[in-house]
């Protein structure tokens, strides 16, 4: 899942991209390598209670982190309402068959429309603009926050000043070419100093303030 830079409805807020020490999502094929393996690097699960909300694994037994990532994110996961993504990331995982990892409605960016007969039941939204996305967003999202995917819809929606928190999972390794976490911004974006740094297994996760 990319998610990387996010906004509250009323306010803003912020959510967690896995990316490399040298600011990449994943590689020249999407191929994320190494950026997931600290969801398998602890004991913990990051729900408890039978809660198979967030298992990702397809085993049945869930992401199992450190205690302080545990901590981290199931604090984030349980905050998020709406996923904004862009429709390269929908293609590529199919929205996640109609099922977000976290939140209980996606809006995708794009100008084309969501594929016939694709999972009805679903509450995801398809709008053409990244302000559109944004006020649709809002009104999902209720007192919930905003999730953004990095890569090039999170750029557009930082530059268009619609973002007030960066979050990365920075994980210790070196990618040297791929997608972007911050795609093809322009011109330089000024952050507030990390408020948040939580050091895990493999993973460091960090959140900053937009500076105004």
Not at 8 to 19: E, I, L, S, T
Not at 85 to 105: A, C, I, K, M, Y
Not at 135 to 141: K, T
Not at 179 to 205: A, C, N, S, T
Request: hydrophobic share 40%; proline share 4%; net charge negative.
């Amino acid at each position: 899942m990319r998610q990387a830079i996010a906004r509250r409805a009323c306010g803003h807020g912020d959510h967690a991209q896995r990316v490399s020490v040298d600011g990449f999502i994943a590689d020249d094929n999407d191929d994320v390598g190494p950026l997931h393996d600290w969801y398998f690097s602890g004991n913990t699960p990051i729900t408890g209670d039978g809660d198979q909300r967030f298992d990702h694994s397809g085993s049945g037994s869930g992401f199992k982190v450190s205690r302080a990532s545990a901590e981290y994110v199931r604090a984030m996961w349980a905050s998020i309402g709406v996923i904004v993504q862009g429709r390269r990331l929908f293609d590529l995982v199919n929205g996640w068959e109609g099922s977000p990892p976290t939140g209980d409605h996606v809006v995708v960016v794009s100008h084309r429309p969501k594929p016939d007969g694709w999972h009805p039941e679903a509450s995801y939204h398809f709008v053409g603009s990244v302000r559109a996305a944004i006020d649709r967003a809002q009104e999902l999202a209720g007192e919930r926050t905003i999730a953004v995917n990095a890569g090039e819809v999170g750029s557009q929606i930082l530059a268009a000043g619609l973002v007030d928190e960066v979050a990365m999972d920075v994980v210790p390794v070196v990618f040297g070419s791929g997608k972007r976490y911050f795609g093809r911004i322009d011109g330089q974006h000024l952050l507030e100093d990390p408020h948040v740094v939580v050091q895990g297994e493999r993973v460091l996760h960090l959140r900053f303030r937009v500076r105004r």
